[in-house]
Nanobody, 123 residues
Framework: QVRLVESGGGLVQAGGSLRLSCAASGRTFSTYTMGWFRQAPGKEREFVACISWSGGWRYADSVKGRFTVSGDNAKNTVYLQMNSLKPEDTAVYYC?????????????????WGQGTQVTVSS
């Protein structure tokens, strides 16, 4: 089993920055991809960004140029640096993990999920 714990959410003004962290523990994968998703009230959970063990990454168009995903293998932690935040970025942000090197963007492709962390951006 894999356990994912997110942290770093909070309240920030528009234009500000936050860095989310996701610490992984439990079973390790020989190859893996870590993803970030978000869910705003009344909306579907949507893909934000992901990074694969080989270093490849993908971003949703809505966050390209503002968000950066990175990982620290020694700490089993993945980060999401969020800059130039907008009120529409307000959501619960979830970390997810999957076995395999594919930089997956679909929610159904991830087997493991964290509990989520709230990000609120005020205007």
């Amino acid at each position: 089993q894999v356990r994912l714990v997110e942290s770093g959410g909070g309240l920030v003004q528009a234009g500000g920055s936050l860095r989310l962290s996701c610490a992984a523990s439990g079973r390790t994968f020989s190859t893996y991809t870590m993803g970030w998703f978000r869910q705003a009230p009344g909306k579907e959970r949507e893909f934000v960004a992901c990074i694969s063990w080989s270093g490849g990454w993908r971003y949703a168009d809505s966050v390209k140029g503002r968000f950066t995903v990175s990982g620290d293998n020694a700490k089993n932690t993945v980060y999401l640096q969020m800059n130039s935040l907008k009120p529409e970025d307000t959501a619960v942000y979830y970390c997810a993990a999957r076995d395999g090197a594919k930089a997956a963007t679909q929610r159904s492709e991830y087997a493991y999920w964290g509990q989520g962390t709230q990000v609120t951006v005020s205007s």
